[in-house]
Nanobody, 124 residues
């Protein structure tokens, strides 16, 4: 059974950094497109970043996080990371790890596998 487990969320002040981790069981992340989404109350889940399946995969980002966030993979640990720098209060959300078998997408409906989410709160 596929299981994605996020960790690393917490409470930080604006301008500081966090690194989120997503460790996968039941799938090999190097063979899947892995992505991070985030969601706040009363709003739709929104795309944050992805690393496209395959070696040398591209890493698209939402405009709101370009230059601040970096997605990466550690294939040996079967883990995907989201390094978040220069955090802003508007980054506050529950962050979710997601996977899809192939291809590039920033639509959540195309992702079959989801983690439980980890809360990120950024104070002013």
């Amino acid at each position: 059974q596929v299981l994605l487990v996020e960790s690393g969320g917490g409470l930080v002040q604006a301008g500081n950094s966090l690194r989120l981790s997503c460790t996968a069981s039941g799938l090999t992340i190097s063979s899947y497109t892995m992505a991070w989404f985030r969601q706040v109350p009363e709003k739709e889940r929104e795309f944050v970043a992805a690393v496209i399946a395959g070696s040398g995969g591209s890493t698209p980002y939402a405009d709101s996080v370009k230059g601040r966030f970096t997605i990466s993979r550690d294939n040996g640990k079967n883990t995907v990371y989201l390094q978040m720098n220069s955090l802003k209060p508007e980054d506050t959300a529950v962050y979710y790890c997601a996977g899809k078998r192939i291809g590039s997408s920033y639509a959540s409906v195309h992702y079959a596998y989801w983690g439980q989410g980890t809360q990120v709160t950024v104070s002013s």
